[in-house]
T-cell receptor, first 114, second 115 residues
């Protein structure tokens, strides 16, 4: 079955540590996205990538970094510079324009930093 | 810049009844897409329905339909014959950025379904 996987589902880290969230897709989509979800805030765009080896900052990129070395993978690193990293993180990939631009989401990772 | 507003933080509906969730947006573009996504307690985001702005006909998917008013920049979601499984957060989203296909989301409406 095609889809998006994120691991782990729950992640706990100490303040000051970097942590990397995994996102893998087998939908053969070129574009991938990372969102952050906080209560009452909806989804906010962190980073996106339209193609391998290229990515752009979204609205709240400070304190985060990404890489896109393979089409299937788009890992997100939450650095110690992120002031409030505890949140729910969603990864998505996007269908082609001819397929209606739908974004397909992974199950998410809940990150707790103490 | 585009904005998406969902003015109802919470809504409630009786099972088998009909409910309408509101969404307004602001844009200067003439061609765009609008989406409704559902996020149940599992937190898995699921596409409910999609509307292309150039299409005059309102989109329909089974019990879900939209009322798309382009001039008013309004995009409401109607759920007919509500079921317990419809209880979820519902997010309205607008596609911007041309072929990049980025989405901007509203803050969501939490729908409760009473048996």
């Amino acid at each position: 079955d095609g889809g998006i996987t994120q691991s782990p589902k729950y992640l706990f880290r100490k303040e000051g540590q970097n942590v990397t969230l995994s996102c893998e897709q087998n939908l053969n989509h070129d574009a991938m996205y990372w969102y952050r979800q906080d209560p009452g805030q909806g989804l906010r765009l962190i980073y996106y990538s339209q193609i391998v080896n290229d990515f752009q900052k979204g609205d709240i990129a400070e304190g985060y970094s990404v890489s896109r070395e393979k089409k299937e993978s788009f890992p997100l690193t939450v650095t110690s510079a992120q002031k409030n990293p505890t949140a729910f993180y969603l990864c998505a990939s996007r269908a082609r324009p001819t397929e209606g631009y739908e974004q397909y989401f992974g199950p998410g990772t809940r990150l707790t930093v103490t | 810049a585009q904005t998406v507003t969902q003015s109802q933080p919470e809504m409630s509906v009786q099972e088998a009844e009909t409910v309408t969730l509101s969404c307004t947006y602001d844009t200067s573009e003439s061609d765009y897409y609008l989406f409704w996504y559902k996020q149940p307690p599992s937190r898995q985001m699921i596409l409910v329905i999609r509307q292309e702005a150039y299409k005059q006909q309102n989109a329909t998917e089974n019990r879900f339909s939209v009322n798309f008013q382009k001039a008013a920049k309004s995009f409401s979601l109607k759920i007919s014959d509500s079921q317990l499984g419809d209880a979820a957060m519902y997010f309205c989203a607008y596609k911007y950025g041309g072929s990049q296909g980025n989405l901007i989301f509203g803050k969501g409406t939490k729908l409760s379904v009473k048996p």
